[in-house]
């Protein structure tokens, strides 16, 4: 199946993604029922099956973030899927308020396709994040995690990096074995208010 890659997709397409998780976040507060995205609009890039996170913070503070490494469905439906999904259905926090609208941000992640990494031990993965700082996912048996470039930002050490991501897939932090995947990704993202400039609210 072919895939959208992150490296393709130009600015102007970027935006019209945006514009579609507004949309999809927009409808939730609407009198009318919500509708997904009429795919004759989008150019052929986005018609593609992609992969995406759409990430959202209020005032700054993370407000959900739920995505896909498998590229299923058209990118501009992900995205329309997952900024619904991103403000209502992340068990991890209680869903968007329409009082929140006004300090939300939204995120659009399209990632590359992931690819295996084959490394050896856990410091031959430390050596290989200190100069590459990409998107990584752990998988071994019936465990899965996967940390965006973006959270680079927030754990900047390669070692924490890894203790933290192997804490989300419900290991111990020293875990390490030699039937673990490693796989990494890159991402190309937009980042832009919920509100635009020439919104009237």
């Not at 992900?78 to 329409?98: C, G, I, W």
């Not at 609208?101 to 410091?123: C, H, R, T, Y």
């Amino acid at each position: 199946m072919s895939v959208t890659s992150s490296q393709k997709l130009n600015k102007g397409e970027l935006t019209q993604l945006l514009d579609v998780a507004r949309e999809s976040i927009r409808g939730h507060f609407s009198d009318e029922l919500p509708h997904p995205p009429q795919l004759d609009l989008y150019g052929y890039k986005l018609l593609r099956p992609g992969a995406c996170f759409v990430t959202l913070e209020v005032d700054g503070v993370l407000q959900g973030c739920l995505g896909t490494m498998t590229a299923n469905e058209p990118l501009v439906l992900e995205v329309h899927n997952k900024a619904r999904d991103s403000a209502y259905q992340d068990r991890r926090f209680m869903p968007l308020t329409e009082d929140q609208l006004d300090k939300l941000m939204i995120e659009i992640s399209v990632l590359s396709e992931p690819q295996v990494l084959a490394v050896d031990s856990e410091q031959a993965l430390i050596d290989y994040l200190k100069q590459h700082r990409v998107g990584v996912v752990l998988s071994d048996h019936h465990a899965q995690a996967l940390f965006l470039p973006q959270v680079w930002q927030q754990l900047p050490a390669p070692e924490l990096f890894l203790r933290h991501l192997k804490l989300k897939a419900g290991w111990p932090a020293n875990y390490w074995s030699d039937t673990l995947t490693v796989k990494t990704f890159t991402v190309t993202s937009i980042k832009g208010r919920y509100f635009q400039l020439s919104d009237t609210y």
